[in-house]
């Protein structure tokens, strides 16, 4: 079990730098579009119980704020 959990953390932590990395490059706009998308998905699944269709909606609703709130 040891070695599971220690596998899931490295494997976020790899996520977590390649999302950094690929955010480097982006405008203001943009970094706030996928902000946006991520903070909204997360949210449509907690508020949806995990549904799929819960979390999509989140991210394009969080991702049009987003995109939205730097103009």
Known sequence: MKTIQ???VSAVA???MLGLVGCSGMSTQ???TAIGAG???IGGSI???GS???T???A???GVIGHEISK
Do not use: E
């Open 56 to 58: 999509v909606g989140g």
């Open 14 to 16: 790899a996520a977590m």
């Open 6 to 8: 220690r596998f899931a």
């Open 30 to 32: 943009d970094r706030n």
């Open 39 to 41: 903070a909204g998905a």
């Open 47 to 49: 508020l949806t119980g």
């Open 52 to 54: 799929t269709g819960g």
């Open 60 to 62: 394009v609703v969080g």
